[in-house]
């Protein structure tokens, strides 16, 4: 088990993939074919659900179907994993998002996320974005955790967990290159002058990446570089790189 450190989760809830139920549903997944065949056989895209999840102000079950353009609200306790065309999420409890439709029916341009926590992998692809109340990140194929804190006045936390992300807040701009979790915060007020200040990996995993990215058939940076860095938030393989974190510059 990786190294992490939490900020108001608990183990339980960011150790969803160890849990039986999501081991045989992801391998059923995986057997049946993935997203191709489930929208081939008009089957649900949903992995795994736990708990009480709403959809579009309505009552959600297992076996339908989370479409673009759905808006998604998690209760207490509950979790929501799905996949939409080449792309992978688990939504957190106390969670509400939007995925927005992109150039088809299977494909997300958007994920606003107004409230909670969502892990998220994309396969590679035209430009995407990740919007929450205090910043914007544009991205194509990678791994990433994003979530926005309610009692810090909506403060929103991003995690670029590997691959190329356009960051932005309050008019702050940074091009986050990760191979090992590059972190930021998207401040309400400035910070040092700065609304886009560095951040430590906080409230999610490895494993879990590796979990989603493995539903759409891809794989994390640090699998396919065969090594892991080090999990302080700055991004890099090595402890000290000479590239400093893109917020600070």
């Known amino acids: 088990m990786t190294q992490h450190h939490l900020q108001g989760r608990t183990e339980k809830e960011i150790l969803w993939f160890q849990r039986r139920g999501f081991l045989q549903a992801a391998?059923?997944?995986?057997?049946?074919?993935?997203?191709?065949?489930a929208h081939a056989q008009q089957r649900s895209n949903v992995v795994q659900m736990v708990?009480?999840?709403q959809v579009n102000g309505r009552r959600?079950?297992?076996?339908?179907?989370?479409?673009?353009?759905?808006?998604?609200?998690?209760?207490?306790?509950?979790s929501l994993i799905f996949v939409i065309g080449n792309a992978s999420f688990q939504v957190r409890q106390n969670s509400r998002l939007t995925v927005e439709r992109?150039?088809?029916?299977?494909?997300v341009s958007l994920l606003r996320l107004v409230t909670g926590a969502v892990a998220s992998v994309w396969g590679k692809g035209y430009d995407r974005s990740i919007v929450t109340p205090t910043l914007t990140a544009g991205i194509r194929g990678t791994g990433v955790?994003?979530?926005?804190?309610?009692e810090q006045n909506s403060r929103s936390y991003f995690c670029n967990c590997y691959g190329v992300v356009n960051m932005d807040a309050g008019g702050?701009?940074?091009?986050s290159r990760a191979d090992y979790h590059q972190a930021f915060w998207g401040e309400v007020e400035p910070k040092n002058g700065r609304m886009l200040t560095p951040a430590r990996a906080i409230n999610h995993t490895d494993e879990e990446l590796e979990f989603l990215a493995q539903l759409i058939d891809q794989r994390t940076a640090w699998?396919?570089?065969?090594?892991k860095g080090v999990k302080d938030g700055k991004g890099y393989m090595d402890e000290q790189p000479a590239t400093p974190h893109p917020a600070v510059r």
């Open 27 to 37: 391998a059923a997944w995986t057997a049946m074919g993935g997203f191709a065949a």
């Open 60 to 78: 959600f079950s297992s076996q339908q179907t989370v479409q673009t353009g759905d808006d998604i609200q998690t209760g207490p306790g509950a």
């Open 172 to 175: 702050d701009a940074a091009v």
């Open 145 to 150: 955790y994003t979530e926005v804190f309610p």
């Open 51 to 53: 708990g009480d999840v």
């Open 223 to 227: 699998q396919i570089a065969g090594r």
């Open 102 to 107: 992109g150039r088809s029916l299977t494909a």
